[in-house]
T-cell receptor, first 109, second 116 residues
Framework: QQPVQSPQAVILREGEDAVINCSSSKALYSVHWYRQKHGEAPVFLMILLKGGEQKGHEKISASFNEKKQQSSLYLTASQLSYSGTYFCGTEASYDKVIFGPGTSLSVIP | ETGVTQTPRHLVMGMTNKKSLKCEQHLGHNAMYWYKQSAKKPLELMFVYSLEERVENNSVPSRFSPECPNSSHLFLHLHTLQPEDSALYLC???????????????FGNGTRLTVT
C-alpha cells in the first residue's frame, strides 16, 4: 500500500527550513528517502531502519517513528540545489520498496 | 561509466511493435528492479530480480516481459503495448535485497517510452 506524503508541494526561500512527512498504515522494516530533479534519475538520500533512528547528511536529516510508522525529512538552511521532488519509499514487505506520490520542493533566491 | 545505464533514452513505438529496454549495472550488485513512472503518479514497482531469479512480479500485464540473463543485465521486452503504457521506465539495482541489508536503490536515467 502506497505511503502518504505531505505536503504535496512547498516553496522556500534560500536559507529557510522545511519538513516533509511520510506515513504508512502498515508496519515497516525501513523507510528510504530519494530526491529526483526534473529529467534525472532519483538519487538516494538515506535509509532508516526500524528502531527509531535518526540520520543526517550535511543539512538534511530524517527520523523514523516505528510506533507511528511515520518518517520525517528535515531540510535546514535550504539551498537552490535542494529543489526537486522528494520521494519516501517504505518497505512493509520484504524487499519491496513502495514509493509515495512525492513532494515537490522549490527553493527560490 | 555511470553506475546504472539504460538504453535507449527515448523510444517511440506503435501498438503492434516489439521492442526491448536494456539496463546494465556496473556496481557489482545482486538485485535489479524495473519501476514505471507516469506523469502525476508515484513510482510503481514492476519486477524484482535477485541473483538472476525473479522474486517479484507486481501484477504487471503480460505484454511486459522481463529477462535477467546475469546479475549485471536486465531487459524489459515489450509487445502489443497500449497508449497508457507511455511512461518513464526506470531500472534500479541494490547490493542485496531486504531491509536487513540496508541497501539503497541506485537508479538509471530511465527510458522515456511513447506508445502511439
Amino acid at each position: 500500500q502506497q505511503p502518504v506524503q505531505s505536503p504535496q508541494a512547498v516553496i522556500l526561500r534560500e536559507g529557510e527550513d522545511a519538513v516533509i512527512n511520510c506515513s504508512s498504515s502498515k508496519a515497516l522494516y525501513s523507510v528510504h528517502w530519494y530526491r529526483q530533479k526534473h529529467g534525472e534519475a532519483p538519487v538516494f538520500l538515506m535509509i532508516l531502519l526500524k528502531g527509531g533512528e535518526q540520520k543526517g547528511h550535511e543539512k538534511i536529516s530524517a527520523s523514523f517513528n516505528e510506533k507511528k510508522q511515520q518518517s520525517s525529512l528535515y531540510l535546514t538552511a535550504s539551498q537552490l540545489s535542494y529543489s526537486g521532488t522528494y520521494f519516501c519509499g517504505t518497505e512493509a514487505s520484504y524487499d519491496k520498496v513502495i514509493f509515495g506520490p512525492g513532494t515537490s520542493l522549490s527553493v527560490i533566491p | 561509466e555511470t553506475g546504472v545505464t539504460q538504453t535507449p533514452r527515448h523510444l517511440v513505438m506503435g501498438m503492434t511493435n516489439k521492442k526491448s529496454l536494456k539496463c546494465e549495472q556496473h556496481l557489482g550488485h545482486n538485485a535489479m528492479y524495473w519501476y514505471k513512472q507516469s506523469a502525476k503518479k508515484p513510482l510503481e514497482l514492476m519486477f524484482v530480480y535477485s541473483l538472476e531469479e525473479r522474486v517479484e512480479n507486481n501484477s504487471v500485464p503480460s505484454r511486459f516481459s522481463p529477462e535477467c540473463p546475469n546479475s549485471s543485465h536486465l531487459f524489459l521486452h515489450l509487445h502489443t503495448l497500449q497508449p497508457e503504457d507511455s511512461a518513464l521506465y526506470l531500472c534500479a539495482s541494490s547490493q542485496d535485497r531486504g531491509p536487513v541489508y540496508n541497501s539503497p536503490l541506485h537508479f538509471g536515467n530511465g527510458t522515456r517510452l511513447t506508445v502511439t
